[in-house]
C-alpha cells in the first residue's frame, strides 16, 4: 500500500511538472527571474515556464519562432567559447563575442550577419544584430539579437524565425517586447 | 563528454576491426576502376553524395574558383591517373582540417589553407587524404562495422562549422578518423607521391609540427586534423623515418606559387577565426613574426586576438601591435578603431576620443561608425546633445 501511494505521488509530481511546462501568455506583463527585469510579451503566445535563465516564448512551435530574454550574471562564460563579459565591454565587443559563441552552436556554423548597429535597451547603450543562418534541412531562418552589458549582467534579447513568412510578421512583436524591457513592474 | 567516452569505446573497437580487414579490398587502380562497384559500395558513394549535396546546401563551400582549380591542380599532380575521379575543395570553416569522401570528394578547410607555409605542406595533406580514397579505407573500415549504429563515411575530425552538419549524418569517423593502419597507409602512400613530384621531404613531418604546437598552446586534448591515430608526435617520428628510408633531403617546397594563390585565403582567415570566437589560436599563429609577415595586415590581425582574448595584458600587447600597423600604414583606419577601444577600456579617454575620430575621418561609412559615435558619447558626454549615458 505504501509502495503504491508513492508511485501515486510520483505520478502527481510528473503531472504537475509536465502540465507547468507551459503556459499561455494572457496578460502582457512577464517578469524575469527574480524580478530582476519586465517585458511585455505578445498575448497569445505559450511561455515555457520550466525555463529558468530568463524568459522563452512561441507561438507556433519552437521550430518555427521564438523569442528568448536572458540577464547572465558577467561571471558565468559563454556556453561555447567559455569567454567571459565585463559590465564596461563595449558594445560592439559583446555583439561579436555572442555571435561567436553562437556560431559554435551546432547547426550555426553557418550564421551570417547582415548588419550590426547601435541600439538602446531601456537607459542602457548596446546593439542590435541582424542575422541569418540555414538549418541542417537548408531551411533559412532569420534571427534578430538585441545585447547590452549591464552592471549585473549581460542582457540578450533574442528573436528567431523561418525567414519565409514567419519573420517579418513577427518581428514587429519583439520589437515591441525589447522597447518595454524595464527593471520595474509599471512600464 | 559522455558521447566522447562511449565515441572513443566505439571508436577502439572499429580500429580492431579494421585492421582485421585491412589489404581485403586492393585499392582503386585508376579512375576507370572506380566506376566498377559493388551494392555495399554503391550505398558508400550514395550517402557520400547526400553529404556532398548538404554541404553545398549549407553555403559552407568557399566557392574560390581559383583557389579550388590551385588544389585541384595539385591533387591531379600527385594522382594523374585519378583524374576526374578525385575532386576537391575549399570549405569556409576556421578549423585546421581536410577530410575525404569515400565517393572521392575531399575538401580542404581554409583554416588549413592558410595556416599552410608552403606547397609541399598542403601537397602532404592532399596526398594522404587522397591516398584515404584511392585505398578504398573508408569502404572498407565501413564494411567491417557496418553493423555498428551510426558509422561514419567522412574521414578526419570536424568540429564546429561543418562539424554539426557532418555529426548529424556520421557520428564516429567525423569525431575520430581512420584506424592507425589505414592512416599510416595514408601517410605511406601520400609520402611517396608528395615526393615523387620533388617536393621537400619534410614537409609531411612540418605539417604536423605545426598541428601538435597549436594544439599543445591551446591545450587541445585531441587536436582535429588527422586526429588520433596515431598520436601527433607518433605521427611526426612516421614522416621523418619515411623522409630518412628514402634518404630524401630538401626537395621543392613551392612557397612563392602557394603564397600567391592563396593570398585570399590567407586574408580571409583571421576574420573567420575571429568570427568564431578562436583569438586565442589567431594569436598563436601571428604572435610568430615570420608567419604574420605572410598575412595581409598581419600586425592589426594580432592586435584584434589580443583585445579579444583578453588576458592579462592582452591590452597592451593589442596596443603594440595596433600601433605598429599604424606606422607601417598610417591610413589603415582598423587599426585606429581598434586601439581606440584598447585605450577606451584603460580609461584613457582622450586619447581614445582622438582615435576614434581620426578612424571616422578616414572610415566615415564604416559599417560599425555608429558605435564609434556611441563611444565618442560616451567618454565625450560634454560633446553629445542627448545628454545620454549608459
Known sequence: ????????????????????????????TIAGPSEAYFVDAPVGWVQLTMYTDGIRMTRDGFSVQLMDVTLTPHGKELARTKKATSANMPAQELAEALLADLRGQPGLGNLTVKETVPARIGPYNGFRVQAQFRNERGVAFSMVIYGAALPQGRLVLLYQAIDRHFFARDLPAFEGLVKSWRTKRAA | MGLRTGAAGMALALCAGAAVAQGTVPPFADAAATKQRGSDEERAWFEAADFDRALRRSGALRGDRELDAYLQQLLDGLFPEFQGAVRVQAVRDPVMNAFALPNGSLYVNLGLIARMENEAQLASVLGHEAAHFVH?????????????????????????????????????????????????????????????????????????????????????????????????????????????????????????????????????????????????????????????????????WLGEAYRLRAQPDDDDRAAGAYARMIEREPDFAPAYRGLGVVRMKQDRAEEAAQLFKRYLALAPQAPDAGFIRQYLADIEPEDTSTGESK
Open chain 1, 1 to 28: 500500500m505504501k509502495r503504491l501511494s508513492l508511485w501515486a505521488a510520483l505520478a502527481a509530481a510528473v503531472l504537475a511538472t509536465s502540465c507547468a511546462m507551459w503556459t499561455r501568455i494572457d496578460s502582457p
Open chain 2, 136 to 300: 578504398r579505407h573508408s569502404f572498407q573500415q565501413r564494411t567491417t562495422a557496418k553493423d555498428s549504429a551510426g558509422f561514419a563515411l567522412v574521414i578526419g575530425v570536424v568540429t564546429g562549422g561543418v562539424g554539426a552538419l557532418v555529426a548529424n549524418v556520421v557520428a564516429l569517423n567525423a569525431i575520430y578518423g581512420y584506424s592507425r593502419d589505414f592512416e599510416r597507409e595514408a601517410d605511406r602512400i601520400g609520402f611517396e607521391r608528395v615526393a615523387r613530384l620533388g617536393y621537400d621531404a619534410a614537409a609531411g613531418a612540418r605539417t604536423f609540427e605545426l598541428l601538435a604546437e597549436e594544439a599543445k598552446i591551446l591545450k587541445v586534448e585531441r587536436p582535429v586534423f588527422f586526429a588520433s591515430h596515431p598520436q601527433l608526435e607518433e605521427r611526426i617520428a612516421s614522416f621523418k623515418e619515411l623522409a630518412a628510408a628514402r634518404k630524401l633531403q630538401g626537395g621543392e617546397l613551392g612557397a612563392e606559387a602557394f603564397l600567391a594563390r592563396t593570398a585570399k585565403a590567407r586574408a580571409e582567415w583571421p576574420p573567420l577565426e575571429l568570427s568564431r570566437g578562436k583569438a586565442e589560436s589567431l594569436a598563436h599563429v601571428l604572435s610568430d613574426p615570420q608567419r604574420r609577415a605572410r598575412y595581409p595586415a598581419g600586425d592589426y
